[in-house]
C-alpha cells in the first residue's frame, strides 16, 4: 500500500480523515477537514473523492462532507458491538424504569470507555455521555467497573500512568485507585460521586460474556446526593445477570452492600 512522503500509508491516512468528525463536528468543508487532519488540500481533496465514491463520506445540502450512511451499514453487520446492544436493551429498558435517569451500556476499547447505547430520560441528571463517545477510564464508574475485572498487567499500565484529575473527587493516586478498584471487585459495582462531572454520581456494574470475562459495563447516573443504591444496585445486578447469562456467562458475580471510602 502506497505511503505518502511522512511515511503514513493511505489505509492510515484515510482512516485519519474518518475519524476527524465527531459529535461536536459532524460536518465540516474539505478545507476545514486538511487542517484539521494536518493533510495539504490537494492531498485531503482527492482522499475525500474517493472516500464520497465509495459512500464512506456524504455531502450535506450546504456542501460540507460528513460520515457516510454506508459506514454504519459496515459496522453493523455481525458486529460484536451490536449483537451486545441487541442482547442488552430489554434488560436496559427494565433498569431505566426502576430508576428513572439515564442508563447506558459501555466497553474497553484500548485504554478509554466507549459508549454503544444510551436511554435517556426527559428531566434527568446532566450526562456527558453519548453513543460512539469515549471517557477515560480512571474517571468514570463504567471505566472503573471495567479496570477492576481487567487483568492485573493492564491495571498496572493504566495506574502507573499520569492520570488527569478532572474535579476534586477523581482519584488519581495509584494506592488510592488499588483500594477502589479492590472494593468494586468485592461488592461487585461502583458508586462514585462527581469524578468528571461534580453535579452527578456514576453507579455501575460489569457484564460478563463466556469464559467469565469481563465484556461491558452497565450504569446509571443520577443527580449527586439522590442516589438510592438500595434500589438501584439490585435492578443494575439483575439486568447484569440477564445479560450475561445471555452471553454465555458461566455465572454471574455478586457482592456485599457498602462501597468502602477510595482514601
Known sequence: MANSRSGDSL???????????????????ISTLSRRVGMPLATTHR??????????????????????????????????TTDLREIALPFMEDVQAVVQQHTTLSLL?????????RLTTRGSAVNITQIAGRLPIHACSS?????????????????????????EHTVTEPAALRRLLAGIRQLGHASVPGIIVPDTTGIAVPVFERGDRVIAALNVIVPLGEEDLRATVPALKTAAH??????????????????PRAV
Do not use: K
Open 11 to 29: 489505509l492510515s491516512r484515510l482512516v485519519t480523515i474518518l475519524d476527524a468528525f465527531g459529535s461536536h463536528r459532524s460536518s465540516m468543508t
Open 47 to 80: 482522499l475525500v473523492l474517493q472516500l464520497l465514491d465509495e459512500r464512506l463520506l456524504e455531502r450535506d445540502a450546504d456542501g460540507e462532507v460528513r460520515l457516510g450512511i454506508r459506514l454504519w451499514e459496515l459496522a453493523s453487520r455481525g458486529s460484536r
Open 109 to 117: 476499547d484500548s485504554e478509554n470507555v466507549l459508549y454503544i447505547e
Open 143 to 167: 471505566g472503573l467497573v471495567l479496570l477492576a475485572y481487567s487483568p492485573p498487567e493492564f491495571q498496572d499500565d493504566v495506574l502507573g500512568r499520569e492520570l488527569v484529575r478532572y474535579t
Open 242 to 259: 440477564g445479560i450475561s447469562r445471555a452471553l454465555g456467562a458461566d455465572r454471574p458475580r455478586g457482592g456485599t452492600s457498602r462501597m
